[in-house]
């Protein structure tokens, strides 16, 4: 590792076997991200009172271009797998690679983007012609016939319902249609 790696250790001795593991671990950090600026590590046990049950907490605070500073701050609470130092390290170091993955993602600018499905709420509602119009977040009216509602829900729709929909290829005589429209009850959905 290119930039010096701090150690410290809390409410224990310090250990060159546990260095050692820490500094292996943190060399192998650079594979998956090789623009490290800074490295920071605190081994903890818990209080020494504790007799039965410690739980050692590993902290890395890494410091990277683009942000300000990659934490991982992992807190054993349930996983009595952490009474072992190294096990405790591999996991700390492992939530690390993940999080240096992500940063060179986003850099790269491969990080997949969810978009809000299409989404609306019901207008205007011809029960007995069988269709009925959704106005969509950006101002528009979609036509859509009862046969594009899933479930056969068509009968117990209402206006103001909120709904999910998929706008078919082309335009109807009526405008824009929607293939498929499936209500999505209280829920909302935010752009």
Do not use: W
Not at 72 to 94: G, L, M, Q, S, T
């Amino acid at each position: 590792m290119d930039v010096p790696l701090q150690i410290s250790f809390r409410n224990m001795d310090a250990s060159d076997a546990v260095r050692a593991k820490v500094q292996e671990r943190a060399e192998k950090l650079e594979k998956y991200f090789g623009h490290i600026t800074s490295c920071r590590v605190i081994v903890e046990a818990p209080e020494r009172r504790h007799h039965k049950g410690k739980l050692y907490h590993v902290r890395i605070e890494l410091g990277v271009p683009g942000r300000p500073e990659l934490i991982v701050n992992r807190h054993p609470k349930e996983k009595h797998a952490h009474e072992d130092v190294y096990v405790a390290i591999r996991d700390a170091f492992d939530a690390g690679r993940r999080q240096l993955e992500d940063h060179a993602r986003k850099i790269r600018g491969k990080v997949k983007a969810h978009e809000t499905p299409p989404h609306g709420t019901v207008v205007r509602l011809f029960s007995y012609e069988g269709y009925g119009f959704i106005g969509t977040s950006d101002g528009q009216e979609v036509y859509f016939h009862k046969n594009a509602v899933v479930n056969d829900g068509f009968d117990a729709l209402e206006v103001g319902d909120a709904v999910r929909l998929v706008l078919a290829h082309g335009e109807s005589a009526q405008g824009p249609q929607a293939s498929t429209v499936q209500p999505i009850g209280k829920h909302h959905l935010v752009d």
